[in-house]
């Protein structure tokens, strides 16, 4: 995470000193050295400590659970910069680091064979650098960073390496999850639906982890922390309506883009419109996602069909929209839809 401050960098100690030095005067010198370096940690812990206070005072605190780099950005890229810009606390955990997303960008194309490491490596920065852009300072790995490996595509030799995300037991994960939902205490968290969305094995698991952590981190018999309940879950969702237009918008534009999907087909990774309870109208946030999109050039490439499905795609992709799954639904009254227009209505 970026919030707190760095590690104090250990006190130098200057070679061959000790070979001057008399026994007694080096014990002092010692202590001198290894009081200071306790003053230097004490006050590293008091900011660490004042901060994390200070995030528990913010009224809204918002923990969202992706799988990859870059989900952040697709699906909850103008809510995050929204909430972040209004002041709220965010925190985002990505579940693994991308290790088998497709690289899309020719000119990272040798990232593909340099291995896990150097590959994750990228994507790390490219995730840091979309944060900045979207105002974003707490940001975690789930467990250590490269702990759960990108399992890939459903069906693909990548869901049996050992470290596949998919294939870690779930209460494991989500004890990890669990830590980081009683240091934050969030009030509302934002994952996938059981299908994860589009029925990548890491996002049906990011749903299950996020799912039993919230109920882990209410109970009592959960060790580790304070328990905390959160009030609200949301499942991000793309509304069947919308998905729909788009494609016929394209299809009458001659565009082939996503041709593979038909208008009026099955569009089973979309949301019936009736089950969508909430949009976030972040529009004046687009610039932000945009600029966290750019921040991919190893796996977002802007000439995407996903970008030509609305006349404007501040109008597609500035509104982002959430299925509550726990909570209660409290409905904007000025909305005509009747859908809720704020993930903490109802809360804070
Ligand atoms: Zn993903």
Redesign the pocket.
């Known amino acids: 995470m970026t919030t707190v401050p760095p590690e104090p960098a250990p006190p130098a100690v200057e070679p061959g000193t000790e070979t001057i030095v008399a026994p007694a005067a080096a014990a002092s010198v010692e202590n001198a050295v290894l009081a200071e370096a306790a003053d230097v940690v004490e006050g590293a812990l008091d900011a660490r400590e004042e901060e994390a206070l200070e995030n528990l005072d913010n009224p809204r605190r918002l923990l969202l659970v ?3 780099p ?2 952040e950005t697709t699906s909850t890229g103008v809510t995050m910069a929204r909430y972040a810009a209004s002041g709220a606390s965010i925190t985002l955990v990505t579940c693994t680091r991308g290790e088998e997303g497709e690289v899309v960008s020719p000119d990272l194309a040798h990232l593909t064979s340099a291995g896990d490491a150097a590959l994750a490596e990228h994507r790390m920065q490219e995730l840091a650098a979309a944060l900045e852009a979207l105002g974003v300072e707490d940001h975690r790995y789930l467990g250590d960073p490269g702990e759960y490996r990108d399992s890939g595509m459903a069906g693909t030799p990548s869901n049996e390496h050992p470290q596949a995300f998919c294939r870690t037991p779930v209460d494991e994960a989500a004890l990890r999850l669990v830590s980081v939902i009683r240091e934050v205490r969030p009030q509302v968290v934002v994952t996938y639906d059981p299908r994860g969305g589009y029925e ?1 094995p ?2 049906i698991q990011a749903h299950r982890v996020a799912t039993r952590a919230v109920d882990l981190a209410a109970e009592d018999s959960v060790a580790g922390g304070e328990p905390w309940k959160v009030g609200k879950v949301y499942w991000s969702a793309l509304p069947e309506s919308l998905v729909r237009e788009g494609l016929r918008r394209m299809r009458a534009a001659g565009d082939e883009g996503f041709g593979e999907l038909d208008p009026d087909g099955e569009l089973p990774f979309t949301t019936p419109d009736a089950e969508i309870t909430t949009v976030v109208d972040g529009r004046d946030f687009f610039d932000a996602k945009l600029a966290a999109w750019r921040a991919y050039p190893s796996q977002v490439s802007l000439d995407t069909p996903f970008l030509r499905m609305a006349e404007d795609p501040r109008e597609f992709w500035g509104r982002e929209y959430y299925r509550l799954a726990r909570g209660r639904a409290v409905p904007d009254s000025d909305n005509p839809d009747g859908r809720e227009t704020d993930l903490f209505a109802g809360i804070a």
Request: glycine share 0%.
């Open positions: 992706h799988a990859h870059d989900d990548h890491d996002h």
